[in-house]
């Protein structure tokens, strides 16, 4: 009987290792997406800078971008004012913190997001019409 009971309270500490184990694989697996899809999204919006575009760097330095090239990865900023002097500075793309640019969505992503919002919508309009009937 002893054996019985040590038996189940080993074979309870394995599972209780076997949960956490698989609780612990999940979280990696959902963060290395979330991850994923934040990289994804960031060379979105760097693939999307054209010359026209308000950028600030991760060195604080504002300005508008004239020049792109996609081959070395670079762009050119154009700071400063007419009265004070503009200065022309060249920046790897990944010193972009912020950007006014707008990565282009694709047709697919552009009809999921369509279809999702009248989604919303209609079953936003079917709660209203059910709140009226009450």
Do not use: H
């Amino acid at each position: 009987m002893l054996f019985n009971l040590l038996l189940s309270e080993a074979a309870q500490s394995w599972i209780m290792i076997g949960v956490l184990l698989a609780i612990i694989v999940a979280f990696m697996v959902l963060n290395r997406r979330s991850q994923k899809k934040r990289q994804e999204d960031t060379m979105k919006m760097l693939d999307a800078i054209q010359p026209g575009n308000k950028v600030k760097t991760i060195g604080g330095i504002c300005g508008i971008v004239v020049e792109v090239c996609p081959e070395d990865n670079t762009f050119v900023l154009e700071t400063g004012t007419e009265a004070s002097g503009k200065s022309y500075i060249k920046f790897d793309k990944q010193a972009v913190y912020q950007t006014d640019a707008v990565a282009k969505k694709t047709e697919e992503a552009a009809k999921e997001e369509a279809a999702t919002i009248e989604e919303a919508a209609k079953e936003e309009a079917a709660t209203i019409e059910e709140a009226k009937e009450e």
